[in-house]
């Protein structure tokens, strides 16, 4: 098929991407093949954003989290980074990537923008973007929904990577996507975990736990690394998290809910268990001043001595 060329019309891209959806749904019990057709419309939106090496964009979030790890929590939104002057040169050179043909008979189009906010993340600037998926037939294509952040510089080390799971589409261009560090995720995720909602309302971000444990379960991470993100979001922040990761107990029931399907059940079936494997992970970065291993091993789930596997990077989706 690589020596076929690109598609001449909008209905064999269709016809290729259903195949390709069904594929993978078959090859992965439990995941639907919607599940697989969302992501070949995320990565055909972010093909555009990252079709120039050095756009200047990031990807974070949940879709960067599925791109290391397929069975992460699913998602439908996007989230990008970048550290561009202002928000609205960021929506303009964003709406200016994804609004051409990259041979596949689609573009995407600016359809609204509102404000977010970026509560545990002072200077960053958030919107919330919806672009519309339009074939060359003028057919909509549904919708891809994005988290916009403009805000500094992460202080890990950017990767470039396809997805681990990605579509078997060959005549499409798809370029490698440019990683927001994992280790300065994990910093805003745990961040995010302990800061108190300013309207006085609980803390519902269960979801973060859910993440944690499926890094750790999945990743190698360098332990000088993530102290110093995690001292560089508290530094940003104001705060101090201080020396021990902090979960409130009422998430027990949105936990289970959530890592239903996902590495963090297996690995973490009960919310106890979750709990534990997240403060064995995160309090040695925490606790800066105990002399403890330097590499996080993903297959015992411990901090260990040693750099034989990667500093930062992908082992495995349980």
């Known amino acids: ?87 609205d040169e960021a929506v303009e050179d964003l709406a200016h990537r994804v609004a051409v043909d990259m041979g596949d008979h689609l573009r995407f189009q600016l359809e609204s923008e509102r404000p977010g906010l970026a509560v545990t993340q002072p200077g960053v600037l958030v919107a919330r973007l919806s672009f519309a998926c339009i074939t060359d037939t003028g057919k909509r294509f549904d919708n891809v929904a994005v988290d916009l952040a403009v805000g500094p510089p992460p202080v890990g080390h950017i990767e470039h990577t396809r997805p681990a799971d990605s579509p078997d589409l060959p005549r499409l261009i798809s370029p490698p996507y440019a990683m927001f560090p994992l280790t300065d995720q994990l910093a805003e ?68 809910s959530l890592a239903t399907g996902t590495s963090a059940a297996a690995v973490a079936p009960t919310f106890a268990d979750a709990v534990d494997l997240a403060a064995r992970f995160i309090n040695p970065a925490l606790d800066a001043v105990r002399t403890v291993r330097t590499t996080w091993e993903p297959e015992a789930m411990e901090w260990t001595v040693g750099t034989g596997s990667p500093a930062a990077g992908p082992h495995r989706g349980v």
């Open 1 to 87: 098929m690589k020596g076929q060329g690109p598609y001449v019309d909008w209905f064999g891209v269709e016809s290729a991407i259903q195949q390709a959806a069904r594929r993978q749904a078959a090859d992965h019990p439990g995941a639907s093949v919607g599940q697989y057709l969302d992501h070949i419309r995320r990565d055909r939106f972010l093909s555009r954003v990252f079709a120039d090496p050095e756009s200047g964009w990031l990807l974070k979030g949940g879709t960067a989290m599925l791109a290391r790890v397929p069975t992460g929590r699913h998602t439908r939104d996007v989230d990008l980074s970048t550290t561009r002057a202002t928000l």
């Open 189 to 256: 995720k745990v961040s995010t975990m302990m800061t108190p909602r300013p309207d006085g309302r609980p803390n519902s971000r269960a979801k973060d736990l859910v993440d944690v444990d499926i890094i750790a379960a999945t990743q190698y991470v360098d332990l000088r690394e993530l102290r110093l993100a995690l001292a560089v979001q508290q530094q940003r922040a104001n705060t101090d998290l201080g020396r021990h990761l902090r979960v409130p107990p009422h998430w027990e029931p949105r936990y289970q």
